[in-house]
């Protein structure tokens, strides 16, 4: 099956920062990949679409130029969360799919103080 | 709005018993529905999928059921082992070529010894 892989795996950083993180399709090219943001003991809330060669499509309340996509090729997107603050403090994941079975990437933990 | 709920956010059982884990969802008629595993600062791992013309589905130890009367989904894990222990996720499928996801937010399974 398809292996996503998300780097980095954790990261701290300062308030005011901004943090990229890498998600990428080891064995699949996706022209699709999905970003979620899971807070302790919630589910996981879908925040983009990231679409190879275009804009990415955001969920509602999510704002665009502070969680930057990029979907350069079909086996890379990166998020970048620009100007982190605190409440951004979250655990990232990405996602792709082969049909009606899904990939999830192992995650990343971002913790900005 | 669409609403997916898990009723237990832990549910606790002795190794040997069938775990039964329960996903309800109001407000939509999905094409399918999914589980996946998730551990403690891990992505999700895909399980089942279960399609709305399909009743049940079973894997190894692991058994679905489907119905859409109810709205409802229950998740069997039968000779339940302490490795069995996680998170569960149900997901269900709200359309679009890529198969967006929506999550409820997790039954924590404990298995004792």
């Known amino acids: 099956g398809a292996v996503v892989s998300q780097h980095p795996s954790w990261v701290i950083c300062k308030s005011g920062t901004s943090v990229k993180i890498e998600c990428r399709s080891l064995d699949f090219q996706a022209t699709t990949m999905f970003w979620y943001r899971q807070f302790p003991k919630q589910s996981l809330m879908l925040m983009a679409t990231?679409?190879?060669?275009?804009?990415?499509?955001?969920e509602q309340g999510v704002e665009k130029d502070k969680f930057l996509i990029n979907h350069a090729s079909l086996t890379l997107s990166t998020l970048t969360v620009t100007s982190a603050h605190p409440e951004d403090s979250s655990f990232y994941i990405c996602r792709l799919g082969v049909g009606e079975t899904q990939y999830f990437g192992p995650g990343t933990r971002l913790l900005v103080l | 709005s669409q609403k997916i709920e898990q009723n237990s956010e832990a549910l606790n059982i002795q190794e040997g018993k069938t775990a039964t884990l329960t996903c309800n969802y109001t407000n939509y008629s999905p094409a399918y529905l999914q589980w996946y595993r998730q551990d403690p600062g891990r992505g999700p791992v895909f399980l089942l999928l279960i399609r709305e013309n399909e009743k049940e589905k079973r894997k190894e130890r692991l058994k679905v059921t489907f119905d859409t009367t109810l709205k409802q989904s229950l998740f069997h894990i039968t000779a339940s082992q302490p490795a069995d222990s996680a998170t569960y996720l149900c997901?269900?499928?709200?359309?679009?070529?890529?198969?967006?996801?929506?999550f409820g937010k997790g039954t924590k399974l404990s298995v004792k010894p």
């Open positions: 997901a269900l499928d709200t359309g679009g070529s890529q198969g967006n996801l929506i």
């Open positions: 990231s679409n190879e060669g275009s804009k990415a499509t955001y």
